[in-house]
T-cell receptor, first 115, second 114 residues
Framework: KAGVTQTPRYLIKTRGQQVTLSCSPISGHRSVSWYQQTPGQGLQFLFEYFSETQRNKGNFPGRFSGRQFSNSRSEMNVSTLELGDSALYLC??????????????FGPGTRLTVL | GENVEQHPSTLSVQEGDSAVIKCTYSDSASNYFPWYKQELGKRPQLIIDIRSNVGEKKDQRIAVTLNKTAKHFSLHITETQPEDSAVYFCAAILFSGGYNKLIFGAGTRLAVHP
C-alpha cells in the first residue's frame, strides 16, 4: 500500500497570505490528524478528521482550519500567515479515530516558510 | 489541562549503554501510550506502544513500562547503537469532547556515540 502523501513538500509564503496543504491518507484509512512541528515546541496537535467531520481540535487560533473529503483526503488552510507559522506540518492517518491500537502513520510533511 | 511531559530533552550515551526516556501524563483516563522515533529529516515512526492493561512490553532492545498509579511511562533502549540516534516522542491518548486525541511530549534528542 502507498503511504501517506502530502503536497506540496515545501512552500514559501509571505506574511498575510494564505496557504492550503493537502494530505492523502493510506488507502482505507478514514482518520486524518494534523500536527505542527517546530524545533522548540515538538509536535502540536492541530485537529483530527474522521468521516468528513472534525472530531477534535487543538489550541490553535481560528486562522487554522481544515476539512476532509469523502475519499478521506484532507486539506489544511492557514489564513493571514504570520512569521510564527513557519513550521513542518505533518499529517497522520489511521484506520479509525485515535485510540488504542489505531496506529497513526505519518506523511513526510510540508515545510512552510513564512517571510 | 492536557499535558504530556517528557524528560530529558537531550540524552547522550556511549554505544552499548542503555538509554531511558520518561514521560508523565495528566489525564488518568488515558489508556494508550505510543512511542515514535523521528530520524533527522524523516517522518515520525511508531516503534512500540503499550495499553493501560499492561505494565511492560518488550520488543528486542526496546521496552516500555507503564505505571498507571503514578501516571508515568518510560522507554528503555538497551545495547544502544549509533542508528538509535534520533528524536523520540512519547504520546498519550486523551479523551476530549467524547473523542480521543493523541498528545505528544516535547521529544528527546538521543545521541549514541561510537
Amino acid at each position: 500500500k502507498a503511504g501517506v502523501t502530502q503536497t506540496p513538500r515545501y512552500l514559501i509564503k509571505t506574511r498575510g497570505q494564505q496557504v492550503t496543504l493537502s494530505c492523502s491518507p493510506i488507502s482505507g484509512h478514514r482518520s486524518v490528524s494534523w500536527y505542527q512541528q517546530t524545533p522548540g515546541q515538538g509536535l502540536q496537535f492541530l485537529f483530527e478528521y474522521f468521516s468528513e467531520t472534525q472530531r477534535n481540535k487543538g489550541n490553535f487560533p481560528g486562522r487554522f482550519s481544515g476539512r476532509q473529503f469523502s475519499n478521506s483526503r484532507s486539506e489544511m488552510n492557514v489564513s493571514t500567515l504570520e512569521l510564527g507559522d513557519s513550521a513542518l506540518y505533518l499529517c497522520a492517518s489511521s484506520l479509525k479515530a485515535g485510540g488504542p491500537g489505531n496506529e497513526q502513520f505519518f506523511g513526510p510533511g510540508t515545510r512552510l516558510t513564512v517571510l | 489541562g492536557e499535558n504530556v511531559e517528557q524528560h530529558p530533552s537531550t540524552l547522550s550515551v556511549q554505544e552499548g549503554d542503555s538509554a531511558v526516556i520518561k514521560c508523565t501524563y495528566s489525564d488518568s483516563a488515558s489508556n494508550y501510550f505510543p512511542w515514535y522515533k523521528q530520524e533527522l529529516g524523516k517522518r515520525p515512526q511508531l516503534i512500540i506502544d503499550i495499553r493501560s492493561n499492561v505494565g511492560e512490553k518488550k520488543d528486542q532492545r526496546i521496552a516500555v513500562t507503564l505505571n498507571k498509579t503514578a501516571k508515568h511511562f518510560s522507554l528503555h533502549i538497551t545495547e544502544t547503537q549509533p542508528e538509535d540516534s534520533a528524536v523520540y516522542f512519547c504520546a498519550a491518548i486523551l479523551f476530549s469532547g467524547g473523542y480521543n486525541k493523541l498528545i505528544f511530549g516535547a521529544g528527546t534528542r538521543l545521541a549514541v556515540h561510537p
